[in-house]
C-alpha cells in the first residue's frame, strides 16, 4: 500500500515537472518568434545581409568622406568654415585680442589664415588612412555602427585613424608653416605682443595645436555627414544606403 502510495507521488512529480518543462518550452518559443519577428520588422524589402549592411556602412562613410572632409583641403576649407576654423589657442587670445585692439587686426588675421592653411594642406593624407579604415570593418562593427548611437560610425573612425593621421599631420603642419612662412609671421606676432608693457611671455607649441584642431575638424566633418544620413532620407542617394539605414529608422 505504501509502494503505491509513493508510486502515485512520484507519478504527480513526473507530471508536474513535465507541466513545468512544456510551458518553459513554450515561453522560450514565445519570446523567440517574437524576438525573431522584431529583427524581420526591421528588415525591409523581405530581409537584408550582414554583407549589405557592411557594404552600406562603408559607402556611408566613403560618402562622408568625399563629401565633406575632401572639402578641408582645399584652399580655405578651414579658413572660412565656422565649424572648423582654427582659432588661437586660449593662452594667445589675449595676443590676438591685444593686437587688433592696438591696430594690428591684419597681422592677427594673417596669423590665423597660416595655422588654417596648414591644416588645409594636411587634410589630404587623410583619405587613404580613412580607406584603409574603412576596409577593415567587419561586420559586427558595421552592425554595432549601424544601431548604435548617432555618431558611432564617427566614433569607430576616430578610433581606428587617430594615431595614424597625427603621425601624418604633424610633420606635414610643421613643413607648412615653415613653407609659407608661419614660423616668421608667427615669431612676428608674439615678439610684437611680448614687448608690449605688462604682458607675460608666450611660446606655446603651434604645431601640435594645430595638428590637434585639424584632426577635430576632420572628424566634425565625418560626423556632420554621418548625421545627415541618419536623419535625412533625402541624403540616401543609393539604393543601398536606403535600405541599409532604414533599419536604424525603426
Known sequence: ???????????????????????????????????????????????????????????ALDKGITDKVSLLAVKDGFYKNKLVKIVLPSELQKVDNTLRKIGLSKVADEGLKV???????????AIPIFVNAIKGMTFTDARNIL????????????????????????????????????????????????????????NPDLTDYVTGQALKGVYTMVEVEENEIRTKVSSRNTDLLRKVFALQDK
Do not use: H
Not at 513545468?20 to 537584408?48: D, K, S, Y
Not at 595655422?115 to 593624407?125: F, K, P
Not at 555618431?151 to 569607430?156: E, G, I, P, R, S
Open 1 to 59: 500500500m505504501v509502494m503505491i502510495k509513493k508510486q502515485i507521488v512520484s507519478k504527480n512529480k513526473l507530471r508536474i515537472m513535465f507541466k513545468r518543462l512544456i510551458l518553459i518550452v513554450i515561453v522560450f518559443q514565445f519570446t523567440a518568434c517574437a524576438e525573431l519577428q522584431q529583427v524581420v520588422n526591421q528588415l525591409p524589402n523581405g530581409g537584408i545581409t550582414n554583407s549589405q549592411i557592411a557594404s552600406g556602412l562603408k559607402e
Open 115 to 125: 595655422l588654417n592653411r596648414a591644416a588645409e594642406n594636411a587634410v589630404g593624407e
Open 147 to 202: 544601431l548604435g548611437n548617432k555618431n558611432a560610425a564617427t566614433t569607430y573612425l576616430k578610433n581606428k585613424t587617430n594615431s595614424a593621421l597625427y603621425q601624418k599631420f604633424k610633420p606635414i603642419i610643421s613643413a607648412s608653416f615653415k613653407k609659407v612662412g608661419a614660423d616668421k609671421i608667427w615669431n612676428n606676432l608674439i615678439t610684437k605682443y611680448n614687448n608690449l608693457p605688462l604682458t607675460n611671455n608666450v
